[in-house]
């Protein structure tokens, strides 16, 4: 189970911080990722880690904007988004095992409006 | 990045029909393990996307036989081959080779 938390409405420019609780695996054994959808439109990656959290890749899109974080004491992937925009107002889904996204969360609204 | 491309992007289908997706990339998605990561979502009205297919051609657990993937290199194709209400939603195919990973841009399936 992957559940989200953290979403909400931020004006442009300022910042949220999302969270993902799993369950039901072994959490530090898997890649992890976030991917996002805009209301309406379709599926976009936003970032991935490693296992041991050494390792982080982002889209060009949110690089330097947000970090993805793990706390796999705590079964836990966080998304720490600065800088916000209008056009990143979506749903943000948790995602396991980045090559094949086999178990996702329900998602988080994130709004980002004045 | 690699761009995977849908078609058709809507596909009306009669209950009991078949239909198919077509899904293509930009580049060769083999990875150097010899793997293709080449997936399938389906994404029912007001849920979350739910894997079908992964590396091209293995059904995930719980999804219906009715749902097969094939291909190879930069083409694949998503079969469903008797149609039920239930399969209404947007299927997605998303490449898990070259980072940044893609999707494509959803084929949109309803009952005509």
């Known amino acids: 189970q992957l559940v989200e938390s953290g979403g909400g409405l931020v004006h442009p420019g300022g910042s949220l911080r999302l969270s993902c609780v799993m369950s039901?695996?072994?959490?530090?054994?898997?890649?992890l990722s976030w991917v996002r959808q805009a209301p309406g439109k379709g599926l976009e990656w936003v970032a991935m880690?490693?296992?041991?959290?050494?390792?982080?890749n982002y889209v060009d899109s949110v690089e330097g904007r947000f970090t993805i974080s793990r706390d796999n004491a705590k079964n836990s992937l966080f998304l720490q988004m600065n800088s916000l925009r209008a056009e990143d107002t979506a749903v943000y889904y948790c995602?396991?095992?980045?090559?094949?996204?086999?178990?996702w969360g329900q998602g988080t609204l994130v709004t980002v409006s004045s | 990045d690699v761009v995977m491309t849908q078609s058709p992007l809507s596909l009306p289908v009669t209950l009991g029909q078949p239909a198919s997706i077509s899904c293509r990339s930009s580049?060769?998605?083999?990875?150097?393990?010899?793997?293709?990561?080449l997936n399938w979502f389906q994404q029912r009205p007001g849920q979350s996307p739910r894997r079908l297919i992964y590396?091209?051609?293995n059904r995930d657990s719980g999804v219906p036989d009715r749902f097969s993937g094939s291909g190879s290199g930069t083409d694949f194709t998503l079969k469903i081959s008797r149609v039920e209400a239930e399969d209404v939603g947007v299927y997605y195919c998303?490449?898990?080779?070259?980072?940044?990973?893609?999707f494509g841009p959803g084929t949109t399936v309803d009952i005509k």
């Open positions: 995602a396991r095992e980045p090559r094949g996204l086999d178990y």
């Open positions: 039901g695996f072994t959490f530090s054994s898997y890649w």
């Open positions: 880690i490693s296992v041991d959290g050494s390792k982080k």
């Open positions: 580049q060769s998605l083999v990875y150097s393990d010899g793997n293709t990561y």
């Open positions: 590396k091209v051609s």
């Open positions: 998303m490449q898990g080779t070259h980072w940044p990973f893609t």
